[in-house]
C-alpha cells in the first residue's frame, strides 16, 4: 500500500491550499481515508475523515473551514483548506484504514502516507 500526499506550501493567512492523497495497493472505495497533521513541537492530531459511503468528520478546529472529498474513480482523497491560519501550519499526513469506529483514533489507522508541509503566514 502506497499513500502520496502533495499540495503543502506557503499560503498566507486568510487563504488556501488544496491537499491531495493518492492511493495505490488497496481497494481504495472499502477504505475509510483521513487526514491528520503535525505540528512543530506537539503531537500528530486528528484533521478529517470521509468514509467509503462518503460520511464526513472534521476536527472542531477545522469545521467550516475544511473539506475532505474522495474520487473513487481516481483513487484519492483531497482536503480543501479555506480561510487558513497560523496555526494550521504542520505537516499533514493522509492514512488509510478498514472500518470506521472510532475514526478519530490514528492508531487505527494501518496505512500512512509521507506528510506534506503547509505552512501559513500571518
Known amino acids: 500500500v502506497q499513500l502520496q500526499a502533495s499540495g503543502g506550501g506557503l499560503a498566507q493567512a486568510g487563504g488556501s491550499l488544496r491537499l491531495s492523497c493518492a492511493a495505490s495497493g488497496l481497494t481504495f472505495r472499502s477504505y475509510t481515508m483521513g487526514w491528520f497533521r503535525q505540528a512543530p513541537g506537539k503531537e500528530r492530531e486528528f484533521v478529517a475523515a470521509?468514509?467509503?459511503?462518503?460520511?464526513?468528520y472534521y476536527a472542531d478546529s477545522v469545521k467550516g473551514r475544511f473539506s475532505i472529498s474522495r474520487d473513487n474513480a481516481k483513487n484519492m482523497v483531497l482536503l480543501q483548506m479555506n480561510s487558513l491560519k497560523p496555526d494550521d501550519t504542520a505537516v499533514y499526513y493522509c492514512?488509510?484504514?478498514?472500518?470506521?469506529?472510532?475514526?478519530?483514533?490514528?492508531?487505527?489507522?494501518?496505512?500512512w502516507g509521507q506528510g506534506t508541509l503547509v505552512t501559513v503566514s500571518s
Open positions: 470521509i468514509t467509503w459511503s462518503g460520511t464526513t
Open positions: 492514512a488509510a484504514r478498514s472500518g470506521s469506529s472510532s475514526i478519530y483514533y490514528q492508531r487505527y489507522y494501518g496505512y
